[in-house]
C-alpha cells in the first residue's frame, strides 16, 4: 500500500483570487512506512509575494525568481504521487490549489477519492481538542522544534509522523526477532524471550489426563485434532 504525505505552500488563501502554489513537499509511505522517498520544489508563482504569505513561510520573490513554474514540474510531480493514496491536514485548501494549476495547463484534476484528509481523522478522534498540526505534534511527542515557519517538506515530515500515530501508532523498529543474536542479561548469559527454559506444570490431573484420551480413543483415528504421542 504506497501512500504520499503531501502539504504546499502558497501566496494566499484563494487560487480564484490570483493565489498561487510556490512549494510542494511529498513524503513517501509504503504499508505505513517511510522508505526515505521525498519529493520537494519550489515554484516561481509569476507574481508579487504578500507579506502575510511571507511571514508564514518565509519564501520571498526574489527567492522564488529563478525556480521553475509548475508547467514545468507538472509531469514530474504527477508521477511521483501516481494513483497513491495521498495524506494531506485540511486537504480542500491544497487540493484547490493543486487542481487549478493542473486544469490551467489541461491536465487531469486530483480526485477526492484519491485523498486522506487527516484533519478530519483528527477531529473524528480527539473531538474538541485542537487539531493544529503543531498541536498533534504535541500529543504525540512529535518534536517540531525545527517548526519556525511554515515549509511544505518538514510539515510532510512531521505529518508522516502524525498520521502514523493517528491510524494507530507508529512502530518503525517492530521487526521479527528469530534472526536476531540472543540477548545477553547482566551475567553475560543469552536471554530468550521466545522459549521458557522449563515447561510449565500441566494443571490437568492425572485423571483427567486419562479420561480425555479415553475419549478421544472412543472418537476413532478420523478425528483430525487427535495429537499423536
Not at 525568481?65 to 509548475?70: S, T
Not at 504527477?78 to 487542481?99: G, Q
Not at 505529518?159 to 551475567?187: C, F, K, R, W
Amino acid at each position: 500500500m504506497r501512500e504520499i504525505v503531501l502539504d504546499t505552500e502558497t501566496t494566499g488563501l484563494n487560487p480564484a483570487k490570483g493565489d498561487r502554489v510556490v512549494e510542494i513537499g511529498c513524503v513517501e509511505l509504503h504499508h505505513h512506512m517511510p522508505t526515505g522517498k521525498t519529493y520537494h520544489v519550489y515554484l516561481n508563482p509569476e507574481r508579487d509575494m504578500p507579506e502575510e504569505a511571507f511571514n508564514i513561510h518565509g519564501l520571498s520573490s526574489e527567492f522564488l525568481a529563478d525556480k521553475p513554474f509548475f508547467r514545468d514540474i507538472a509531469e514530474e510531480f504527477l508521477e511521483f504521487i501516481s494513483e497513491a493514496t495521498l495524506i494531506i491536514h485540511n486537504a480542500p485548501f491544497d487540493l484547490s490549489f493543486l487542481n487549478w494549476e493542473l486544469r490551467a495547463i489541461e491536465r487531469p484534476v486530483i480526485s477526492n477519492a484519491q485523498v486522506v484528509d487527516s484533519l478530519v481523522m483528527a477531529r473524528k478522534k480527539f473531538a474538541g481538542a485542537s487539531s493544529s498540526l503543531d498541536a498533534l505534534c504535541k500529543r504525540f511527542n512529535v518534536d517540531n522544534s525545527n517548526r519556525t515557519k511554515h515549509g511544505a517538506l518538514l510539515d510532510s515530515e512531521l505529518l508522516a509522523e502524525v498520521y502514523l500515530e493517528l491510524v494507530g501508532g507508529a512502530q518503525p523498529h517492530l521487526t521479527l526477532i528469530s534472526n536476531q543474536a540472543p540477548e545477553q542479561d547482566m551475567t553475560g548469559h543469552s536471554r530468550d524471550y521466545g522459549l521458557r527454559p522449563k515447561p510449565l506444570q500441566s494443571r490437568l490431573s492425572r485423571a483427567e489426563i486419562d479420561a480425555h484420551n479415553t475419549f478421544l480413543c472412543e472418537l476413532g483415528d478420523s478425528v483430525i485434532w487427535k495429537k499423536t504421542p
